[in-house]
């Protein structure tokens, strides 16, 4: 089976049992017919299960090279190395 959105920079929308529903903006890194695991900029994983899924998987064009940072202060936002 072929995933095409796999180690792109994707959007979902999820509604997580903690949370509710949620948009994750990440990386794409693991697949299979039943889940996900998608990293955030901020290196948090989030594995979601194939029903907790709300609508399609969006590849973004506008991607930050995999391994970057983004650190938020004082209403900037930094991009910094792993």
């Known amino acids: 089976m072929?995933?095409?959105f796999l180690n792109k920079y994707c959007k979902v929308t999820?509604?997580?049992?903690?949370?509710?529903i949620v948009t994750i903006t990440g990386w794409i890194t693991m697949?299979?017919?039943h889940s996900i695991l998608i990293t955030d900029e901020y290196n948090?994983?989030?594995?979601i299960k194939r029903e907790q899924l709300v609508g399609s998987i969006v590849v973004l064009f506008d991607q930050p090279e995999p391994?970057?940072?983004l650190?938020?202060?004082?209403?900037?936002?930094l991009e910094v190395g792993r």
């Open 44 to 47: 948090n994983s989030n594995h």
């Open 67 to 69: 391994g970057r940072q």
């Open 71 to 77: 650190i938020r202060k004082e209403e900037e936002v």
């Open 31 to 33: 697949a299979d017919e």
């Open 14 to 20: 999820a509604n997580l049992s903690v949370t509710g």
């Open 2 to 4: 072929s995933y095409l």
